[in-house]
Structures are given as structure tokens and as C-alpha cells.
């Protein structure tokens, strides 16, 4: 291959629209096959940000699941009205996050009839699969990394929706403000307030405990300045 | 550096303004003045990095490799059901044998509409014969009585005739003037 091909040279979001593109047509030619075939390339591609997404925001692992199921069935029959000027990432999250929207307000629906599951002393509810083993190097490093995991998750938990989202998208996701901007339809600035009321109220809630040490770094001095 | 930081923080930056330098990765000319900020932000930056780390490595326990296949499998699935077209089940009740349409021994409905008209026209030509047919009542019955002589006493005739002009039986009086009396049924069947 040469240095002149297009596809060499694309960034990750001119090759995401490549594709969707592609699909569109195909879909608009009866195609569906090979719509479904490029498809699954779009899928591979944002499958474990989206899952990641769901995971902080929804705050469970089966309803995160099947809500990136859902959005990304949604986005390939929607994707007619995808328009190739904006990316199709953001396109993409913001059917991720409706989804997820519409699911937290059936949740609190559903919360007000049902007995609540069971919730551990954070108020945080207990996944099974946090049980199951992970692999690591030591079993005192897998204990102290899964405490840390555990406390973390039970802070972003303590955080009001928006914040997590903002919190979620930009710090784990490093997605810029106006991108998230684009993702959620609130204002750039807001997105901003909301990311630093959001590390302002982590870091007062993980103070005073050994979360988020570095192995082998010590504990981290927090500032209150 | 902003005023509020500038005013309020003896001229150090907050710790908004140190979130800003990690998200935009814009250094501020602050921190290579002042080495408190400095170092803040270094704590700062590592902080973040640490709670993203922990995050991202949280919501990828929860997601293995294999988890995603099996979710990459179930959006192909569902993707190709959606683009197959849509089957109609027929009710199987209401799907008419394919023998019984070509068989030649299959009534035609004409000859059904016939048949119909005919039996009516039968039934009426019969009723109207009935009316102007004048039966002889005593005639037919006198196969059928005989052993009533036996039955039947003067008194019991006359019993009979007393119920069937009570008031109360006044509306069945039609019906009882078209049959015949056991009354008559017995003299004829004594002479």
C-alpha cells in the first residue's frame, strides 16, 4: 500500500463515517447482508466505550448490557437520518445515553413498587461477578485493587446523574466539552461545572481513605486548597 | 490565571484551574513560577489518572473479552431477524383443503339454492292443501280409540268437560275446538 491511500491517513472518526456511510447505502440498496457486514466493524469499534458508559452511568452490569444492545440496534436502523457532519461517535452516544436515561427512569419507577435489591454498607448494590476472581499479580494486590474499585464505584454512585455522566464521559472516556456537549445536548460550560463539582465531590468523598493509591506510590495527598 | 484565583487564592490556582490544565493539557505560565502549584498539579494529575485507571479497569471486569462477543453475537442476531421480512402464519382452520376444491364430487351452490326453494315451495303448497283438504276427524280416529270405551266413564267425560270451560284455560279454547272430543271419540266408538 502507498502513502497516497485515503485509507491510510484517516482518522478514526473520517473511518467511522466511511463505514456508516457505506452501511446507509447498503441499506438503501436492499444490500443487507453487507450492510450488516460493515456494520459489525462499527460495532467492534465502540462496543467497550459504550459498555464502559453504560457500566458508570446505569451502575449495573446486566442493564448496561442490554442497553448498549439496544442502542446499537437502534443506531443501525436509524442510521438513515445519521448525517456524515457530525461524528458518528457522538451520533451514536447520544442514542447510547436516551437509552440509558429512559432505563434509570423506569428503574426509579419500578423501585417504588419493588423491595429494593440487596445493598451493601456504601449503598451501593453487589454485582455477583464482583465476587468471581480477576487475575492479578498477588491475591493481597487483587484484594487491595478490587477495595479500591469497589470505593471508587461507590463514590461515582454517590454523584448526581449528570455529573457521573459528564464525569464518565470526559474522564474515562476523554472526550472533550464540546464533544460532550454534543453528546448530551447541555450547554459546553455546563459540562464544565458539572466535571468539577463532580471531581470536587469525588475527592472529598474518597479523603481520608486509601482509594486511589498507586501501588507502590503511598497514599495521595488530597488538596483542599 | 483567573481573577477569582488571582484575588482569592493569593495568586495560586484553584483546583478547578488544575482540572482545566489536565482535561485541555494547556500549561498555564503559573506553574513553572510557582512550584506549590506546581506540585499540585502533579498530585492533581495523578489523582485522576488513578480514579481513571480504577474506572476503566472496574467496567472491564465487569466486561471480558468474551462478555463483548457474546453481546457483539446477540446486536448480529437481532440485526439479522430485524432485516429478514416478517412470516405470516396462516390459522390453519381457516385455509380450505386443496382436495376439497378440486373435488368433482363437490355440490355446486346453485343446485344447493335449488333444492332450498324447492322444500319450501312443497311446504307451502302442502299448508294451503291442509286448509282446503276438509279431514274427517271421526273417520281417522276410530282406528285409534278402541279400547278407550273401556277407559273412560260418563262421569269422567263430564269432569273433563268441566275443566276445559274454566276461565283459566279460556286462551288454549282454540286449540280445543280443533280436536276432537272424547266425548264423540266414545259414542262412536260404542255404536
Redesign the interface.
Known amino acids: 500500500m502507498t502513502g497516497a491511500d485515503p485509507i491510510v491517513s484517516e482518522t478514526p472518526r473520517e473511518a467511522d463515517t466511511r463505514v456508516a456511510v457505506g452501511v446507509k447505502a447498503f441499506q438503501a440498496a436492499g444490500q443487507?447482508d453487507q450492510?450488516?457486514e460493515g456494520?459489525?466493524e462499527l460495532?467492534?469499534r465502540h462496543?467497550?466505550r459504550a459498555?464502559?458508559i453504560a457500566?458508570?452511568y446505569l451502575r449495573d452490569?446486566a442493564d448496561?448490557?442490554e442497553a448498549?444492545?439496544d442502542a446499537?440496534?437502534k443506531a443501525?436502523?436509524h442510521l438513515g437520518t445519521f448525517r456524515e457532519e457530525l461524528p458518528f461517535e457522538v451520533w451514536f452516544t447520544r442514542i447510547l445515553i436516551n437509552g440509558c436515561l429512559d432505563r434509570l427512569k423506569a428503574r426509579r419507577r419500578r423501585e417504588r413498587w419493588i423491595a429494593r435489591p440487596t445493598i451493601d454498607s456504601d449503598g451501593v448494590e453487589r454485582?455477583p461477578?464482583e465476587h468471581l476472581p480477576?487475575r492479578g499479580p498477588s491475591p493481597e494486590e487483587q484484594l487491595l485493587?478490587r477495595e479500591?474499585?469497589r470505593r471508587?464505584?461507590a463514590a461515582?454512585g454517590q454523584l448526581p446523574e449528570r455529573q457521573r455522566l459528564v464525569f464518565?464521559l470526559?474522564?474515562?472516556e476523554g472526550r472533550?466539552?464540546r464533544e460532550i456537549s454534543g453528546m448530551t445536548g447541555l450547554n459546553e460550560s455546563t459540562v464544565?461545572v458539572h466535571?468539577?463539582r463532580a471531581?470536587?465531590r469525588?475527592?472529598s468523598l474518597l479523603s481520608g481513605s486509601a482509594v486511589?493509591?498507586?501501588p507502590g506510590?503511598g497514599r495521595?495527598?488530597?488538596?483542599s486548597? | 490565571m483567573r481573577l477569582a484565583d488571582v484575588v482569592l487564592?493569593r495568586g495560586?490556582l484553584?483546583?478547578?484551574a488544575l482540572?482545566?490544565v489536565w482535561?485541555t493539557g494547556v500549561r498555564p505560565v503559573h506553574l513553572d513560577r510557582c512550584d506549590l502549584c506546581a506540585e499540585?498539579a502533579v498530585?492533581?494529575s495523578?489523582?485522576?489518572e488513578?480514579?481513571?485507571v480504577?474506572?476503566?479497569?472496574?467496567?472491564?471486569?465487569?466486561?471480558p473479552e468474551v462478555?463483548?462477543a457474546a453481546?457483539?453475537g446477540?446486536?448480529?442476531q437481532?440485526?439479522?431477524q430485524?432485516?429478514r421480512p416478517a412470516k405470516v402464519i396462516s390459522f390453519p382452520a381457516a385455509r380450505p383443503a386443496l382436495h376439497d376444491l378440486q373435488s368433482p364430487h363437490r355440490v355446486s351452490r346453485g343446485w344447493l339454492a335449488a333444492a332450498a326453494a324447492a322444500g319450501l315451495m312443497v311446504g307451502v303448497v302442502s299448508v294451503e292443501l291442509t286448509h282446503l283438504w276438509p279431514f274427517d276427524f271421526v273417520g281417522t280416529t276410530q282406528s285409534v280409540t278402541a279400547p278407550a270405551s273401556a277407559a273412560f266413564s260418563a262421569e269422567d267425560v263430564q269432569f273433563l268437560d268441566a275443566m276445559l270451560d274454566r276461565p283459566s284455560l279460556g286462551a288454549l279454547r282454540a286449540l280445543d275446538e280443533m280436536t276432537p272430543r272424547v266425548a264423540d271419540v266414545v259414542l262412536v266408538s260404542n255404536r
Open positions: 443487507l450492510a450488516r456494520y459489525a460495532v467492534e462496543q467497550r459498555t464502559r457500566y458508570h452490569a448496561a448490557d448498549v444492545q446499537l440496534v443501525y436502523t454485582d461477578a480477576s485493587h479500591r474499585q471508587l464505584k461515582l464518565v470526559s474522564h474515562f472533550t466539552s464544565r466535571l468539577f471531581i470536587r469525588l475527592r486511589v493509591a498507586t506510590k495521595v495527598r488530597h488538596a486548597r | 487564592r495560586h484553584s483546583d478547578d482540572v482545566e482535561t499540585r498530585e492533581m495523578r489523582w485522576l488513578d480514579v481513571r480504577l474506572g476503566r479497569a472496574d467496567a472491564d471486569t465487569m466486561f462478555r463483548l453481546q457483539r446477540h446486536v448480529m437481532r440485526l439479522a430485524l432485516d
